[in-house]
């Protein structure tokens, strides 16, 4: 598809597509808004929607945007444009992370990687369900590290030995996380009940099964919520994960790991492979440095799970209508150019 207005039909594409990004607690801690005379959207984050508990620095709010952003540029080449991201820009706004500038056609015959996901990104969502243990194969396990590295990171694929090790760990942060009052009140907050229509938090009916070995450590939503009554199942044995990381711990490569994440996760979705996201050990500092290993060379993100089985529960999502922009004249003398209203029920 090749168009060149900014309308509402291509603003509604790039946005509802920017919405689909994975997101910590399916937070959503995200805000649009678009320079038609520029053609440039602009990505801030949503302070409002911060885990003050699980992620005092705003890591995961960084990463989650940067997921956003990702979306946004596949949405971008899909309709013909070639989008041109400038991180942290100079505006004077702190919560202005990104700016996506919507640049002309790629070349006749030039490859359009991006492109080629954008299928992926409507079918994409976190799966808690047990994987059936079939492993992946090699060349798919080789096109999800490259998406990694073609954004500035890195996804390591660890042995068993080291897999188990990573697990153990993320073992760990849950059990603290279930053993503190704050962060449990927090998880909470992001839990919601069936039909309470709110397009935020992870329904009760996304939480997934519990694992009745123990070994693959699902974060626990129910933990303050026993009464829930998720049933037990057997997870896979071998537990194929990948660990995200770069090379250094700016909010810019936090940025950059949330843009190789969703890069990682849609290149897996186009292969048919279910992925499921662990961040518990990330919320500890002491647990996060254990995860890049005794050298400590890099700088971990998240735990990404991976393998073959049901698709799993659904999240909702909030429509994403571009907001006012700093500078804006009054309403009504400009064009908006919003997103028709409503929610967008997608996946986290």
Not at 292 to 314: N, V
Request: charged share 20%; aromatic share 4%.
């Amino acid at each position: 598809m090749q168009t060149r207005e900014v309308d509402a039909t291509a603003v509604q594409t790039l946005l509802a597509a920017a919405v689909a990004a994975p997101s910590v607690h399916n937070t959503q801690p995200w805000r649009f808004g678009l320079r038609a005379d520029s053609r440039t959207v602009e990505v801030r984050a949503d302070h409002a929607r911060w885990l003050t508990a699980a992620d005092p620095e705003r890591r995961a709010q960084h990463l989650s945007v940067g997921a956003a952003v990702l979306n946004l540029r596949v949405a971008a080449d899909h309709l013909g444009w070639t989008p041109v991201v400038e991180l942290l820009p100079p505006a004077g706004d702190p919560s202005l992370l990104a700016t996506v500038r919507l640049s002309g056609p790629p070349r006749t015959g030039e490859p359009r990687p991006l492109a080629d996901l954008y299928e992926a990104v409507e079918r994409r969502h976190t799966s808690r369900m047990p994987f059936t243990g079939r492993p992946v194969p090699d060349p798919v396990v080789a096109d999800m590290t490259g998406a990694a590295r073609a954004e500035g990171a890195y996804l390591e694929v660890p042995d068993i030995v080291a897999g188990r090790r990573l697990l153990r760990l993320t073992a760990a942060a849950e059990a603290r996380n279930a053993a503190s009052a704050e962060r449990t009140a927090e998880t909470r907050a992001w839990l919601t009940a069936p039909g309470t229509g709110t397009p935020f938090g992870i329904p009760a009916t996304a939480l997934g099964p519990r694992d009745s070995s123990g070994h693959v450590p699902m974060r626990d939503f129910a933990a303050p919520l026993p009464t829930l009554g998720r049933p037990t199942l057997r997870f896979e044995r071998h537990v194929q994960v990948g660990l995200l990381w770069t090379s250094h711990d700016r909010r810019q490569d936090w940025l950059r790991a949330g843009q190789a994440l969703q890069r990682v996760l849609l290149t897996a979705t186009a292969h048919g492979v279910r992925t499921s996201m662990l961040h518990q050990a990330m919320e500890w500092p002491d647990l996060r440095a254990a995860m890049s290993g005794p050298r400590r060379r890099h700088c971990p993100h998240l735990l990404i799970r991976f393998g073959y089985g049901p698709e799993g529960g659904r999240t909702p999502r909030a429509a994403g209508t571009p907001g006012p922009l700093p500078g804006d004249p009054p309403a009504g003398a400009r064009d908006p150019r919003p997103i028709p209203p409503g929610r967008r029920p997608t996946r986290k």
